[in-house]
């Protein structure tokens, strides 16, 4: 009886694990449900692993199956969970991007000197506003670095050290959340080039708070309860929505672009999401080229939720990728060295 059980829960675990590996492909917009299931990958593919790694002590000969399903599985785990690579050092240039706009309890006053130190040719911030951690050191670095700042400071400012020939923004349906674009021109041993970049702050879902609440609730069978949980989902649904039409006209703007491209930013959403894939299609991932590590990027209580991220054009070469474990914020900024020939 106890074996049979636990072969049917391996069944459901395997199934569950496809399930969500699948998500990315499925219109939320159709099916929401589905982009619900994503969520849960990392945690499912760590839980069908234990599963795997007992049926193989245990000798059982289905335990192969659930490792095929890992194997299949592995690619979006590595972008979400965990990856190791060899990084190079022939990049020329450094993009560091961080959401600064809400502090933890216990996090830290920002230091200039840990921006500087680091030495970022182009700086990418969201939730950038006056009530932000970094905001005091605007004034900073708007004498260090071109900006995209105009009179009115945008959420999504980027800072270059080289000079910006033309900027613009994409502006959502939800307050506070979009992109800006710049048009920046290199100069490297003599010679000009012009690359564009995309600073991109999607539709939060906002529930963190209520979500961690229900983490520790111990009324589950409450009607309050399961209202608060309805309210969640239907939020979750109405955020998710606005995201993934906000990726797509994101995508188009960078499918017309004259230039290469990179896209940096926090997405609001991991991996095993249809909003990445949209926006992964077609660019390289810094985090599965160059990363090593833990992917999260995420600093609350939430934990592997890896949601800031960095693409590039292929024809762009990442050197090394690295998250700085700061905290700063409830995020964690992130760093690529990449090569622009």
């Known amino acids: 009886m106890i074996r049979k059980a636990g072969t049917l829960s391996a069944i459901l675990a395997g199934f569950l694990l496809l399930l969500s590996w699948w998500s990315p492909h ?4 159709k099916f929401w449900p589905a982009a619900f299931m994503g969520l849960f990958f990392p945690y499912l593919y760590i839980v069908c692993l234990l599963i795997a790694a007992l049926g193989l002590l245990l000798k059982r000969h289905r335990a192969w199956l659930m490792v095929l399903i890992l194997i299949i599985c592995i ?3 590595r972008k979400t969970f965990i990856n190791f ?3 190079s050092s022939q990049g020329n240039l450094k993009i560091l991007t961080h959401n600064i706009g809400s502090s933890l309890t216990g996090n830290k006053k920002p230091l200039w000197t840990f921006y500087t130190d680091l030495g970022p040719d ?3 911030f969201q939730e950038w506003h006056p009530n932000s951690p970094l905001f005091r050191i605007k004034d900073s670095l708007e004498n260090r670095y071109y900006h995209t700042n105009s009179s009115r400071s945008n959420f999504w400012p980027v800072f270059s050290k080289y000079p910006i020939l033309r900027q613009g923004e994409l502006l959502s349906k939800a307050p506070g959340n979009g992109c800006t674009w710049a048009d920046i021109q290199l100069q490297q041993n003599n010679k000009r080039d012009t690359i564009r970049i995309y ?3 999607l539709v939060s879902n906002k529930i963190s708070d209520q979500t961690e609440q229900l983490m520790q609730t111990r009324d ?3 009607k309050s ?3 608060k949980i309805k309210r969640v989902m239907q939020k979750y649904r109405k955020s998710l929505h606005l995201r993934v039409n906000q990726a797509i006209e994101l995508k188009k703007h960078m499918n017309q672009s004259p230039y290469r491209v990179v896209l940096a930013g926090d997405f609001n959403d991991i991996p095993a999401s249809y909003v990445y894939r949209v926006l992964h299609s077609n660019l390289d991932d810094a985090f599965i080229k160059k990363g090593n590590g833990l992917a999260s990027t995420y600093a609350g209580k939430l934990p592997f939720l890896h949601i800031d991220n960095i693409l590039t054009s292929k024809q762009i070469m990442i050197s090394n990728l ?3 474990r700061v905290n700063y914020s409830d995020h964690y900024p992130v760093l690529a060295n990449i090569l622009v020939k």
């Open 26 to 29: 499925i219109d939320p917009r």
């Open 75 to 77: 690619n979006l785990f």
């Open 85 to 87: 690579s060899i990084p």
């Open 122 to 124: 182009i700086l990418c």
């Open 199 to 201: 600073n991109v702050h």
């Open 220 to 222: 589950l069978p409450d």
């Open 225 to 227: 309860t399961w209202n």
């Open 322 to 324: 690295d998250i700085k």
